[in-house]
């Protein structure tokens, strides 16, 4: 099947071992995957802060780059959320709404898409930890999509994953919501933090890299060594049990 790779700002920029991870595992799994090299932001910034206007822009274009691809797959559940935003966002576009339904129809979290499209539950990996997963609000509440990684991670081998204390709790990054409401952010990662450390485990997996990289930035300011690591890593890891 062919894939287009859809990385997103902060896998580009912050995590990009994670969309080589990615390609890999896809690869592996029968996948050709190619990589649109016109993508940009989806807009989800300017989304949540009220800036539909702006939000058109940017989605009209991402709907041009990914219209011709067989299927759209990202390592964010966010981000994947915000493509299926794109037809309400267009919604007095009737043109721009057909074509943005298109887009949205074929657009996957990569776990879902391994789970859900390719029926895959063993990715053949193996990872010697122990780890607990932290699932972020968007893959969970805008992609309903609450037991894929779940799936895809008992049959890790050599992995030890244990239960996260109120897991379907927010960490408080919620994009520009950390920005604007930072004393509340602080707060709900701090209890975040606390749940993790709770299970003693040497790695706490995510499935979107903005919760990782908030996670794990409140970790490190508190000097803890808990290792962040995306989903993406763990079921293309090709460790030795």
């Not at 037991?147 to 991670?153: D, G, N, S, T, W």
């Not at 408080?172 to 606390?194: N, P």
Request: net charge negative; with cysteine.
């Amino acid at each position: 099947m062919k894939v287009s790779l859809f990385i997103t700002c902060l896998g580009d920029v912050f995590y990009p071992n994670v969309g080589k991870d990615m390609v890999e595992l896809l690869e592996r799994q029968g996948c050709e995957v190619d990589f649109p090299e016109d993508q940009t932001c989806c807009g989800q910034p300017a989304y949540n802060s009220g800036y539909h206007k702006d939000t058109k822009k940017a989605a009209k274009h991402m709907i041009k780059t990914f219209e011709e691809a067989n299927a759209v797959v990202t390592p964010s559940g966010s981000c994947a959320g915000m493509l299926k935003e794109y037809p309400s966002l267009l919604k007095d576009e009737p043109k721009w709404k057909e074509r943005a339904e298109r887009v949205a129809d074929k657009t996957y979290e990569l776990t879902q898409f391994l789970y859900r499209i390719l029926g895959i539950t063993d990715t053949g990996a193996t990872f010697n930890a122990s780890a607990t997963y932290h699932a972020s609000c968007h893959m969970m509440r805008l992609l309903g999509e609450k037991e894929a990684p779940y799936k895809l991670l008992e049959n890790v081998r050599g992995l030890e994953l244990r239960d996260l204390q109120n897991k379907q709790d927010c960490c408080g990054f919620g994009g520009t919501f950390a920005v604007k409401m930072t004393s509340i952010s602080e707060q709900m990662v701090d209890e975040k933090v606390e749940h993790i450390e709770e299970t003693n485990a040497d790695v706490l997996i995510g499935a979107d890299s903005g919760c990782l990289m908030n996670i794990g930035g409140r970790i490190q300011r508190q000097n803890k060594s808990v290792e962040m690591m995306h989903i993406a890593q763990i079921l293309n890891s090709r460790e030795k049990v």
